[in-house]
Every structure is written in structure tokens, then in C-alpha cells.
DNA sequence: ATTAGGG
DNA sequence: CCCTAAT
């Protein structure tokens, strides 16, 4: 309605940015004028779900760090909420609260446990939800500064959004300082210097962004962190950072009352020093905050051109900012000033702001306290739970309308085939959100999020898994020009069918890397419930046909296919393989030939191109390295017999590879008009695109075929090859036997010749 | 490197 | 298919 319409306003970033082009002195003020308004709205609109929490707060002020534990035990119990549209009530038991304590939601510090909440975020649209390690974020942190595309004007949605959020961000330090000014009683100082340290941290290096939220923290820390981790000061005067800052390593303090959420995903075309640049301007008006925001320490770096927008901009949201806070404060009626709701209402609001300014986010999820908020599509949703029934609410349907409001599909991240998504036990809740939405088909980071909330007060927590398909690792077929579609057909699903019939190990990818420790639990490993499984991916590697060892899986990966027998105990079931891969004292398995191998082999064999050879020679240096030292290290050095060795890097038995009917009718042909005795030519000629087929292979295939025809059909095994062909083996093979004795005759008439020629001659003479 | 032949 | 002797 009315909120729409001006949010619209306030979100259209272009005529927002149209109007701040050209502006006199009187456009300018009406133009602020204006964004007060917008931004006011914003507010209004955001404030509803951080003003609930400020009022919870107030229900509870926590003052005291003696009675913060009481208070988290109590928790929020029965709050009376009073949102601007409707009343509700949330619950949340003693028992509640203890677990949201053992899962880290709330750190009851002796010292700082005057917050039980924090909050979490989580992001999904087109984006790869990512975790980021301090030196990852640290060097994304390079990036960030490295680009430096001053397109401010192209993207002045993107630039005006963040400054936005940074504008209502520093608001918040604002007030929290101000906070800190006006209520000397009780310890907020404590409380301040968290609000202080709030941040939005940003970071990039190029496709992948990562956006922490980090509201509460050492800022000075923080800031040495960053320092110490950047090669140039240039971001240091921004305040969207990229950083990761692990909640264990926080102080107390930050751990009690900071809120923290991490944001990730992709951003391709996304001008970041457009939005560091927009942040770099904002000026910043606090006094002693602004050191902890390290703001505008390099004023040079500020442009005078972009500063006009974010300088009013953020003046006038700041003064809406703090007008509203106060309204807040003062319907509040308590005298003690909480800065959790401020704290939280800069978190959700700079989320929320940061997030669509990115657009690339179709939807956000975040649980503050026992409010599930999702933001999908634009569309505020507030889910409002508590342990024994939670029930949703949809916020009003306020369709914030930004520019990019469709899904926005960054194009270097899809939900590849090997992707997972979480379902889940949360599919009730979520299919009544995606039905209250209607529109996002991203239901299934919605079910996460709530399921990530709500799944604390259950004990038995499942990983819901989608696969939705698998793609089937790189075939290579080679087959003769010769044959026909059917034996093509053939050939593919030969290989198919040995890929799938046992020669694919499954893989496990969790953030981008692999997972080897096939022992560990899906907890252990990081996969669980309550995370972002889109960081968990499954591949389709073509290893070994051996089911993973839970042991040792790095190990049973390269079983080696050694083709001698050691002079060990032999397992042929792979059972006791299996077993033996336990112990970790695997004695190779002779002569395991697998489909997986057949895989392997046909990718090397193949090469029809250079490609393919480089293909080959790399498989098979990959498989040498794999095998060779293994088998030198481990078998040697666990099973100390005598191992003959003869060669330890012999090269590996060539995978058996039947010749189909076409390369016998090739064959056939070829050795009709070149005869025995000239595989070489014969190869030339019929197989010299099959590297995989030497002319000793042609020569011991002839001498095979041969046998095969001389045989009675009941005999033969494999592939039946037409009697035809059989026959025509048989016709030539006779032909050339002939000729060749003939040949052979001719040789020793000539040596006889030779031998005697001279004998003449000298007769002669 | 090829060929021939045994395994 | 491998191995190897002989060419």
C-alpha cells in the first residue's frame, strides 16, 4: 500500500539516483526530504521484525550480568508483542533456551549472558553458500580492493542500496553510542562498544561474495585483523568488510551480545568498488565510533562525485534513524535502553539492505531469537516460533519492490546436477510458506532455515538429501567409421553399463572440498540439519568398483589392479578386501580388474585427438603416481615379505577390451589385402585412430580369430562373431599361410640361389 | 620398432 | 593381453 508504494520509491535505486544527478540546492533538500521518507519506510518496514525484539528486550531488560542468567533461562517466555499491525505471542521455554545454548546460540557466558539470542543468516538465490576461513576472507579481502571499476553510475542501485545499509548501520552505532551517553546506569558500557562493533562485512573475489553480518565484536580487533591481512588500507576506510569471524574466537562480550550471521553467494557482475567506493564516502558522523567503524580513515579516497548520494542519503537516514529509534525507545517506556533491538534492528535491516542491494539473493533466511525471518523475493516473512508449536506468520505482504526481484541466477553457480538441497522434516512448514509466497520455487532454503530454527528442539536430527541427478562421468568411445549406429549403441551402453555396474565410487564435497574420512559422521563432517547443505555436492568419480571403505578410503580408492599376484594372501571375496582395507594393512588385490579400470582405460585409450592423449597421459600418470607409491610404501612397508617385486612400476595390466564385430570385419578386411605378417600395416590401415589396439594386439586377435573359426560355435565365448567373417579369417589366413610358405620357399630358393650364384660365377670364371 | 609365438 | 625372443 502505502509502504509500497514509497518503498518502491526507496528501493528503485535509478530514480533515485536520476534525482541525485542534477539537484540544486532546493531539489536536494526536497530530494532528502524524500528519501527520509523512503528510508522511513524501509525502517518501518524492517523495524517490524528488529522493533519486536527491542520490545521483547524491553519486557526483559537485561541489565545486570547477575541476572542475565536468569534471564536466559527464562527466555523469552510469553512476550507480548507489540507490532505495529498485530499482536502475537511467541513462547519459549527454560528448555528451549538450554538448547539453543548447546547449539551455540547463546553462549551463557558467567560474564555476558545477558543476550540470549544471536542471530544466524542464511542466504539463498543463485548463490553458493560458502564458508569462508579467515585467510580465504582475507585474501577475498585483496580482491575486494583490487577491483576498481569507478562504474558508480551504472549501478547506482547497487551503490545507493549499500549505502543505505550503511547508512542505517552507522545510524545504529549511533544511537548505541548515544545509548551509551544517556544511560550510564548499569554496565552498557559493555553493551555499547558491541554496538559499536557493528559490521557488515563484504568481500569478493569476483564471482563469490561473502557478506558477514558481525554485530557485535572487538572492532578494534577486528580492524587489526584486517590490517594485518590487507596489503592496502583501501578497504580499512569502507565499512562492509569481508571477514569471518568464527564465533569462538570472538571475546565474551561479542559472544554474548553480537549477532552474527554470514551471507555468501555470487555476485558475477557486480561492481564492488562501486559499492566499497559508496561506502568509502559515507560520511561518517560519529565521533569516537568512527574509529571502531574505521571510517573514512583515508579521506583522499573519498569522491566527490558519488559523495553527494551518500552523503545525503545517509544524513537523512541517519536522522530518520534516529528519530524512529527514539519513537521506539520512548513507546517502550523503559528507562533502560537495550541495545539488543537496536542491535538486532541493524542487523536485520543491514542484512536485509545489503542483501538486495547484491540482488542476487532470492531469498534470506534468519532466525533472530525465536523469530524465523525469511525474505523471499522481496517478500518479508516473519515466522515466529517457539518450542512446543511455532507457528508462521507471514508478515504483511509487502512486496519490497527492487529492480531485481525475480530470482536472479548469477550464472557461474547453478544447482548443478550434483548439487544437494535440503528437505526435510520442515517440508509442512515450508510447503505453507512456499504456498503463502506462491511465487518462490526456492522453497528449499526456506524449509532449511526454518528447520535450522525449529529442529532445536528436537533431538533426532536428519539430513535430508535431494539428489536431483547425477552426471555420468566422461565417457570415451572409440569405435571404427565402419560400424554401425547399432554397435555404437552398443559400445555406449557398454561403457555405461561398466560405469554404473560397480566402476563409480561415490564422492563427497562439502564447501568445495572433499571429503576422505569416510568414517566420520555426516556431524563430524559439518554436514548436518541445521547447515547449508548447499555446500554439500556428491560426485561420480571413476574409481574402483569396490564399495568406500569406511577406513582407509583414500587407500581403497587406488585399489591397484596389479595383474601378478603377490607372493600374499589372496582375498578374492571383497569382503575380506574389504576388511583388509579396514586394517589398513591392504595387500593389493591381485588381478581386480574392474569396470572402473575398464573406465579408466577407455578414457586413456581413446584418444582420438591430442586432447585425448593428453587425457590419457594424464590418467595414467595420476594412476601411476596412485598405485606405484602405494604399493611400494604400504605393501612394503606393513607387509614386509620378501616381495619379489620384479617390478614394483610395472606398468598395469591393460584393461580387456573385447573386439567388437566391426573391428573384427576391419580386420578381416586389412589382413584380406596386407596379409599376416604385416600387423603393422594392418594397424595403419584399419586401426590407426584405435590407439588402444596395437598391432600385437591385431596380431594375437587374428591368431584368436583364427581359433575361434577352427573352433565349433559352442565353443566360443563372447561376443559371436558372424560366421562369415569367421570364414573369411579362415579363407585368409589359409591364402597368406600359403603365400607365406610360399614366400618362405622363394627365400631359401634365392638364398639357394644366392648362396650358389656366386658358386656359378665363379664357376664361370 | 616389429614380428612371431608361447603363456 | 602379456612377455619375450628374434629381427
Redesign the pocket.
Known sequence: MVLERRLDYDFNGHQVQVKRRARSARRRAKFQRRVEDNQMCAFDLLATVAGKLFLQEKEHPLTSGDKSSEKIQQGFVKEECRDASEAFKTELSNEGCHRRCEHGFVKDDSKNADKPFKAELYVEGSSDIKCLSNSEVQSENCHFKEHSHPKIDGNSHVASMVANSSCLERLGAERLADGKNHNEVGNLSSKVELGLSSKVELGSSGSPYTIGCNLGGDVTKVKDELHKFAKAPVVTSTEMRCLDDPVGERSPVQLSSGGNAKLSGCVDNMPYSTLSEGYDNVPVVSRDDDENFSGCDNPSLETKSFRPISHIGDQSIRKTLAAKYCKVAQQSKHDTLSNSGEFMLIYVITCFLVSHAFCSCSLICFSIGNILVEVVNGNLNETYTSRKNFYKRQRSEMNIPFKKRKIFNCGSFSNSNELVRSGGTYDKKNGASSTSHGTHKDTGMSSLGAHQYSSLGSKDSHVNLRIKSFRVPELFIEIPETATIESLKRSVMEAVTAVLGGGLRVGVILHGKKVRDDSKTLLQAGISHDKQLDALGFTLEPISSQSPTPVCAADSRHVPTV??PQPLPRYPSSAAIHQRNQSCSDVFPEHRVTSLGNLV?SDQDSALSPVNTAVYKRLADSRALVTVPEMGVQALSLLPVPQKSK?PE??Q???????SVAEVEALVQAVEKLG??????V?LRAFDNAK??T???L???W??LVHTARISPQQRRGEPVPQELLDRVLTAHAFWSQH?TKQQLNKQHQQQQHQQQPQTCLLLQ
Open positions: 595383474d601378478k582405460e617390478r610395472t606398468v595390466r591393460r584393461i580387456r577390451r573385447p573386439f599376416t605378417g604385416r600387423w603393422r600395416d594397424k588402444h589396439r598391432y600385437v594386439d596380431k594375437d586377435k591368431k584368436t607365406q
